[in-house]
C-alpha cells in the first residue's frame, strides 16, 4: 500500500541518515512504526537497498572542495570503472551562506572522443542506474 511506501521512505532516507540494507530496517524507527520481520524478510527476498556503488575515496581540496570516489559494484548489465562525485563550496557575492555545488556522475566515460581528455578517449562505457545516481546525492 501507498502508506507503506511513505513508511519506508522516510526509514531509508528520513533524519539524515541513509539505510542501505534490509537489515538496518530494523532500528531505523521508532518501535512503534518499526517494520515486522516478516515484512523485512520478503522485502529482502525481491528487493536491494544498495545503490550499486562503494565508497573508494575521499579528499577535500585547500578550497574545501569534496571529491568522491565511487567504485561500481558490479550488477547484471552495469558498467564497471569508478566514478566522481563533487562538491564545490560557494557564497553569495555579498559574503552571505555557504552552499554547495554538487557535480555528479551520470556515465562511466564519455561519447566525446575529446583527444585532450582521458575521459573522452576511454570512450563510453555505461550509464549509471537510477539508484547509483541518488546514492551519490545520498552520501555526498
Excluded at 71 to 78: A, I, K, M, R, T
Aim: hydrophobic letters at 45%; charged letters at 15%.
Amino acid at each position: 500500500p501507498a502508506k507503506r511506501a511513505k513508511q519506508l521512505l522516510r526509514a531509508m532516507y528520513g533524519a539524515g541518515k541513509w539505510v542501505g540494507d534490509v537489515a538496518e530496517l530494523e532500528g531505523a524507527m521508532e518501535p512503534a512504526h518499526a517494520f515486522s520481520a516478516s515484512f523485512r524478510a520478503k522485502l529482502a527476498a525481491c528487493a536491494s537497498l544498495a545503490g550499486g556503488l562503494a565508497l573508494k575515496e575521499a579528499h577535500t581540496a585547500r578550497d574545501g572542495t569534496h571529491k568522491l570516489v565511487f567504485e561500481l559494484v558490479q550488477g547484471e548489465g552495469s558498467a564497471s570503472g569508478s566514478v566522481e562525485t563533487v562538491l564545490i563550496p560557494m557564497t553569495s557575492r555579498a559574503g552571505g551562506s555557504l552552499r554547495y555545488t554538487a557535480c555528479l556522475s551520470t556515465q562511466v566515460g564519455c561519447a566525446m572522443n575529446c583527444q585532450f581528455c582521458y575521459t573522452g578517449r576511454m570512450g563510453l562505457l555505461g550509464n549509471l542506474t537510477t539508484a547509483q545516481i541518488v546514492e551519490q546525492v545520498v552520501a555526498a
